[in-house]
């Protein structure tokens, strides 16, 4: 039996976004009307989105969140790293809901049963998503593009290459009918000077942008490029890959440094989108 928390509350509402309802629209609403009109040819499979504060990251996410008008999922699955808390394996949320100021949204349930089945390596556990921001600031932008879905949201604690690849396997398979849209949440590189983040940065959004996600745990693994959610991102381009996508297109590359005007240490930010 699946222990339950029932709802996750918000941690980061009032520091990465508003806490207020209608102050949060009105900042989505000002960073996604540039995207409204966004448009790709062929079917949006996945997403690899930022999870900075919306000040920061919020332009660069908007850039993936515009495309979500093309189509309508079911069920939005979003790994993401553990920023606060380390643990060996993956976990999936064991609660019903998770909270934002928008309001709850439920957790697929169903989805996760498979998902348990399926697999030993990932557990019903609130390891990693206590006070978890890369999941939670993905939420409000969803929420407000697709309006009811329901979440499942999963947290890789170690990122090893063997948990990375068995966590795109098993999300291939649960989500072989086509109603998931799979969310890959992760930032880039961290508190370099701006010349030196763009030069690891490069790395990793080409690695996306061709679509080899075997090269971007390389890569990720050898130094050559740096992504807090560097794990998720290889498990989501791997489900994504045997599910049947057929290419990446990137969207936007930013840094804080682009915000700020401090170019002395950075932290790099993605947009990118696959399609079948």
Request: proline share 5%; aromatic share 8%.
């Amino acid at each position: 039996m699946i222990p339950s928390e029932a709802v996750r509350p918000c941690h980061v509402c009032g520091t990465f976004y508003p806490a207020k309802k209608a102050d949060l629209i009105v900042m989505m609403e000002s960073l996604l009307a540039k995207e409204k009109k966004s448009r790709y040819p062929g079917f949006l499979r996945g997403l690899v989105l930022p999870h900075a504060g919306y000040i920061y990251s919020g332009a660069t996410a908007a850039c993936g969140i515009g495309l979500l008008q093309q189509g309508k999922w079911k069920t939005i699955v979003v790994v993401s790293p553990s920023h606060r808390e380390y643990f060996d394996g993956v976990s999936v949320y064991p609660g019903d809901a998770y909270q934002t100021p928008l309001g709850n949204i439920p957790i697929n349930s169903g989805l996760r049963t498979r998902l348990l089945d399926e697999t030993t390596i990932i557990t019903a556990s609130p390891q990693g998503h206590g006070a978890e921001h890369a999941i939670e600031v993905q939420l409000p932008f969803l929420q407000y593009a697709l309006g009811d879905f329901s979440l499942l949201p999963i947290v890789i604690g170690n990122q090893t290459p063997t948990y990375c690849s068995e966590v795109g396997r098993v999300l291939s398979v649960v989500c072989n009918e086509g109603e998931c849209l799979l969310i890959a949440s992760t930032d880039l590189s961290h508190y370099h000077p701006a010349a030196t983040a763009e030069r690891l940065d490069s790395i990793a959004v080409e690695d996306v942008r061709q679509f080899d996600y075997e090269k971007l745990m390389d890569d990720l693994e050898n130094g050559n490029a740096e992504a807090c959610g560097g794990g998720p991102t290889v498990a989501v381009m791997t489900a994504l890959h045997l599910l049947g996508a057929e290419r990446f297109e990137i969207l936007d590359y930013s840094h804080s440094g682009h915000v700020t005007g401090d170019l002395d240490s950075v932290v790099g930010y993605l947009a990118a989108a696959a399609f079948a």
